[in-house]
């Protein structure tokens, strides 16, 4: 993302912006195909892509690729029947075409995330509504702060031996106590926030009444 990070703000705002609104508008294969591999090289440049986060997207394009057509039967070209309800294969390219939309969203937001930092997006939005500015400076923060703190949660689940990998209902107990405390200090570390902001960003908008 260097290239991307010498231009002007708003040449990088409206770069992400065009791409992904045709990836989000048109759900031709051609044109998500195109996105897929375009947000995947510039991840696999920059060093972005891991094993375990290839694997997981793989599984969850899989996931929702198979899900469409046991909601959706619409189509002509029937694979099979489960329990009087068609597999159709229309159903499942569409699936396969909006689960790979998504998975295209999620990678060029997290390049938009490298290229658009907070400072860059004040500069960017601190003219229009500092409000707003604000907001998105902290939401791009809060993010990766998040998903650090979800590994340290876990990582120290796992030292204090509260959590088993081996057996499926543990290890599905050990995830919603570690999401459980991870939300609790997703709001305390926002209520922080709150308070250390200030006087005149804290007052509403309309502050007439």
Not at 35 to 57: D, E, F, I, P, W
Not at 163 to 185: H, M, Q, V
Request: proline content about 4%; overall charge positive.
């Amino acid at each position: 993302m260097r290239s991307l990070g010498k231009l002007h703000p708003l040449s990088v705002f409206c770069y992400f912006a065009g791409v992904m609104s045709v990836s989000m508008l048109s759900l031709h294969p051609a044109l998500i195909i195109l996105s897929l591999l375009g947000c995947l090289t510039l991840l696999l440049l920059h060093n972005q892509v891991k094993a375990r986060t290839l694997a997981a997207s793989l599984g969850l394009f899989t996931a929702l690729t198979l899900l469409n057509p046991l909601f959706y039967h619409d189509g002509i070209t029937v694979l099979f029947v489960i329990n009087d309800r068609p597999f159709t294969l229309e159903a499942l390219l569409y699936g396969a075409a909006a689960a790979g939309m998504i998975l295209s969203m999620v990678g060029w937001l997290r390049l938009l995330s490298r290229a658009l930092t907070s400072d860059r997006l004040l500069y960017l939005l601190g003219r229009l509504s500092p409000r707003l500015a604000l907001m998105a400076s902290m939401v791009l923060r809060f993010v990766p702060a998040f998903a650090r703190q979800g590994q340290r949660i876990h990582q120290a689940q796992q030292g204090l031996g509260l959590y088993r990998g081996d057996n499926a209902p543990d290890a599905l107990r050990g995830r919603i106590r570690e999401f459980s405390i991870l939300t609790t200090w997703a709001i305390e570390n926002g209520i922080v926030t709150a308070r250390c902001l200030p006087r005149e960003l804290q007052e509403p908008v309309d502050g007439g009444g």
